[in-house]
């Protein structure tokens, strides 16, 4: 069977559920665009409580950390657990109601936001509960048949298991509307689940990727950086949860030194293609939200001010894990997909424009009338996505371009 024939007579639901990364990629696409529409519309409208009592922020911070994100999370590790632990490669049973589950909550929440339907929002916590913890039961078989021997796999699941109380805590708070454990559920996400995946992953991944095309690269992953980071990123979590702020440089000094010693010690010297330097780059931010998280903390310790705002979370959850999400997740659709491992225009024009994006939000905390910037950046947000999602959410839909399954 040629190419023509294999690409006219496909189903899609097959194509769609033959690999873990197909439906889970596609979830989280989908809401990249979807999701920051909604944000957009709020912050020309400024809605204070879209659903209930749940403020607007909050369901944009719940909607991006625990359904947009771990979609991609979970796509790529269903995928690699196996691979890293030399086990069977995952069936359809173990991925796709994790798929259907984390689509399903993410189209009922994001329809709460629209309508400011309680009973949608409820339901969309609960079938991501649902998704996530399959998921869990997914990955724990594999960590338990390895025995726990492999320590980015226990790392990444340990995160997705802090990730899965601040589920559990949200869906409480909207049943209580307790303020502080609302506020727990959200502010556990940047330190307790998403930074600890993106680095655990980043420590196993960019040297490897980096040793593989660029010639002298000496790959330097040593296991005690995992170990020493972990503590403090559940430090930071908890000084944010318990509003304390002021402290924060305690743990954001040391990290900020280690994230630095990752970006000296991985870049790469000589010449690298653009997909891998993407990652670097990508990386780079990390060290500049840690700093600002740092200079802001001993501001309040002096001064008490809160000048900096929101700049140091947006510069991580848009400079880190907005340029990475770009970075890797174009990465393993192509590779995936059958096509070369290169960085296509589209993936370039979404890479520099989240730059701008990471950019703009940041500065725009230091402006007379931030609100102006915030809604800047959030249009720039889909400017810069909008092709990519067309893009990799059409090659999700199709068939491998080599004819190979998966």
């Not at 997914?138 to 699941?157: D, I």
Request: aromatic letters at 16%; charged letters at 10%; one cysteine or more.
């Amino acid at each position: 069977m040629n190419n023509d024939t294999h690409s006219q007579s496909f189903s899609l639901p097959a194509v769609l559920t033959a690999a873990p990364h197909r439906l889970l990629f596609l979830a989280g696409a989908l809401n990249v665009l979807a999701a920051m529409i909604w944000w957009t519309w709020w912050l020309f409208h400024t809605v204070p409580t879209p659903v209930d009592q749940v403020i607007g922020g909050w369901l944009h911070g719940f909607i991006l950390q625990y359904q947009m994100l771990p979609s991609f999370m979970f796509g790529f590790l269903i995928t690699v657990f196996p691979r890293w632990m030399g086990q069977a490669e995952p069936t359809r049973r173990h991925y796709v109601p994790v798929g259907l589950g984390m689509l399903l909550g993410q189209i009922l929440c994001l329809v709460a936001a629209f309508s400011g339907s309680s009973h949608a929002l409820h339901l969309g916590v609960v079938a991501t509960i649902l998704g996530w913890g399959y998921g869990l039961v997914v990955l724990g078989r594999v960590l338990v048949a390895n025995r726990f021997k492999t320590w980015h796999a226990v790392s990444c699941y340990s995160a997705l298991l802090l990730g899965f109380v601040a589920l559990w805590g949200f869906a409480v708070y909207l049943h209580t509307f307790n303020w502080q454990i609302g506020q727990a559920a959200i502010r556990l996400g940047a330190f307790g689940l998403l930074l600890p995946i993106y680095a655990t992953v980043a420590h196993r991944m960019f040297p490897f990727f980096a040793g593989n095309v660029v010639p002298g690269y000496r790959a330097w992953r040593p296991m005690w950086l995992l170990a020493a980071q972990w503590p403090l990123w559940l430090g930071h979590a908890l000084l944010e949860i318990f509003s304390l702020p002021q402290w924060l440089w305690l743990v954001d000094a040391p990290l900020l030194a280690l994230a630095l010693l990752c970006l000296w010690k991985w870049w790469p010297r000589g010449r690298a293609p653009g997909i891998l330097r993407v990652l670097f780059l990508g990386y780079a931010w990390l060290p500049v939200a840690l700093a600002l998280y740092l200079a802001q903390s001993l501001w309040l310790q002096f001064d008490g001010a809160l000048i900096l705002g929101k700049a140091p979370l947006h510069a991580l959850t848009i400079g880190v894990f907005g340029s990475l999400l770009v970075a890797m997740v174009t990465r393993v659709s192509q590779g995936h997909s059958g096509r070369p491992l290169v960085l296509v225009p589209v993936a370039m024009f979404a890479f520099v424009c989240i730059q701008l994006v990471a950019l703009t939000r940041v500065l725009a905390e230091l402006l007379p009338t931030p609100w102006d910037g915030f809604r800047v950046a959030a249009v720039g947000w889909l400017v810069a996505f909008a092709p990519w999602v067309l893009r990799y959410g059409w090659i999700y839909l199709r068939p491998r371009a080599d004819g190979r399954p998966g």
